[in-house]
């Protein structure tokens, strides 16, 4: 016979599963101070190449003056600007991934400790099946408690 | 007016329930051959990619893949047409991509359909729409495939400019001298900046006050984007000297707050009415279950109240009567609910012929008399249960069986120090 309460536990498990729980799976991979850090990893890569195209980009708009004035651009005072300018954008960009992959972190893990919850009820109604089949069921099993609470 | 839109939204979420493995991918196909298409009127210089064949080739496998495929396709063919044009700037273009790529859209790939919504609606001036949308739907990180949206629409007037010139590659001169004409150009594009801040500020401005509690939210916050809108474009048409055309500005932002609303108020019919086909096994069946969510809105549900000819026993109440005090009954969605105070607003109409109406409340001795006497005695009746009713246990497992493989723990009685208890429940008991 089939137990609807497992039925319906378990398809809201495979729903999941199948869905969000995707990406979920793979966060769970990592501790929060990982992945934050992986991702800032990434983000500072990605902002140091988009930043080098730029300045070949702002260089190559320059050509002509530079040409002219290769001799008596004040190269040092070029590099620090450059070098200013790229510290404030990857400190902005840093500070901001940390922030949102932090919380994208966190939200993940609320939904995957739902479905842990679930896990555990299905366990539980597993214990039960197997307490009915021995005929150990205690006598104020009440049939129509259980996963609402949970779900 | 409310029940009215309930029921469309119904009817529209059934047929999209049934038809939802159709219909996503034709409106994917038509969406994205919209976008192939826009780009081959706008920059179509190789005559081989603007052919049916290869925008149809292409929309078909955007319609069974995801968005981000689509957007993809549209940067590639765009890459492709500028390629045949001018080696230069098409090298241009991709650099600038990988800019955008790495500064703005990777950090929310799940909206990159705003990229190419923004060129292609601009066309209609509907681009208004995207951030009144994503205000509504989305949150504010949104505002970064929003701004690239806005970058690529103007890029692509000037690139469409610019790649009409030919330059030979070997004459630097020549290189140089377009490469600063289209750095200008890009520069000098005060309205692409604005447009992205106008922008940015009506995603947060959505989205902040709709996530207020107080009512009509919502409607408040789309509101507040319309004028953000129109208040950032004006005030940059008199602050920065951008031309805007005021009367087309105001009306297309309330044409799209009013698709804003119609998105918000749709929203769920796309995200959650699906009908999720799953499958499972446990140790003793595989389960292939199709899960259809209730979200319908019932049809509206009339119940007609007798006031005039009150009895105790049709009280709406008494439905739910049989829940305990802590139990609130089924839920039904949609259906009728009384609520304390309802009681207030009951009206009790006369009866006609000139006969006073009874009131509800009102207590007459003798029918309070009557009704004791003729009441029935109360009739306790039990039931008996014998042990056939019980049937044996269903699911069977072998008690010296190993379930840890299954993640499972073994479960056996407990054994217990009273004997007695045992010996009572054999059937050799008359015996002893």
Known sequence: MINNRKVRLMTQLAIYEKGEGKKDFKLAKYYKTDYARFNVLKTALAVTVSYAILCVFFALYKLQYILDNILTIDYKQIGWTALGIYLGLMSFYLIVTLLGYSIKYSLSRKKLSKYYRMLRKLKELYNEEDAYAEGTLPDDYDEDEGEDAVL | ?432
């Open chain 2, 1 to 432: 007016m409310i029940m009215k839109l309930l029921e469309v939204r119904t009817f529209l979420m059934k047929i999209y329930q049934k038809g939802r493995f159709i219909i996503n991918p034709v409106v994917k196909f038509f969406l994205s051959m919209w976008v192939f298409n826009w780009i081959n009127s706008q920059i179509g210089f190789d005559a081989r990619f603007t052919s049916k064949t290869v925008v149809l080739l292409m929309s078909l496998i955007c319609s069974v893949t995801p968005g981000g495929v689509a957007v993809f396709f549209a940067m590639v063919l765009s890459l492709v047409h500028v390629f045949s044009a001018s080696i230069f700037i098409a090298a241009l273009l991709l650099l600038m991509y990988m800019v955008l790529y790495g500064l703005l859209m990777r950090f929310d790939p799940e909206h990159a359909i705003a990229v190419v919504a923004i060129p292609v609606l601009a066309k209609y001036n509907l681009h208004y729409c995207v951030p009144m949308v994503l205000g509504c739907t989305a949150t504010p990180v949104s505002a970064l495939p929003c701004a690239c949206g806005a970058i690529i629409y103007y890029m692509m007037g000037i690139v469409k400019a610019a790649s009409g010139r030919e330059v030979s590659l070997k004459d630097l001169d020549a290189v140089l001298e377009l490469y600063t004409e289209v750095v200008q150009a890009y520069l000098a594009n005060k309205q692409m900046i604005i447009t992205i801040g106008v922008f940015a500020l009506v995603i947060t401005t959505i989205y902040i006050i709709r996530k207020f509690s107080f009512d009509y939210a919502l409607l408040v916050s789309v509101g507040a984007g319309i004028l953000v809108n129109i208040l950032g474009f004006l005030v940059a048409d008199l602050h920065f000297d951008v031309p805007v055309k005021a009367g087309t500005l105001i009306f297309m932002s309330l044409v799209a707050g009013a698709v804003a609303l119609i998105s918000e108020y749709f929203k769920r019919v796309l995200d959650y009415t699906a009908i999720e086909r799953v499958q499972f096994e446990d140790d003793d069946y595989y389960y292939y279950v199709k899960a259809v969510p209730k979200v319908n809105i019932s049809a509206p549900h009339f119940k007609v109240k007798h006031m005039s000819d009150y009895n105790e026993d049709d009280g709406a109440d008494d439905d739910f009567d049989d829940y305990g005090p802590d139990d609130d009954g089924p839920d039904f969605k949609g259906a009728y609910r009384p609520d304390e105070e309802e009681d207030d607003d009951i009206k009790v109409a006369p009866v006609r012929g000139g006969k006073t109406a009874k009131s509800r409340f009102a207590f007459d001795r003798n029918d309070y008399i009557r009704g004791v006497a003729a009441e029935p005695e109360n009739e306790i009746t039990y039931e008996d249960f014998g042990d056939l009713d019980f049937e044996d246990p269903v699911v069977n497992i072998d008690d010296d069986e190993d379930l840890s493989s299954y993640g499972l723990k073994n479960i056996k009685p407990e054994e217990t120090d009273d004997e007695g208890y045992e010996v009572e429940m054999t059937l050799d008991d008359e015996n002893r």
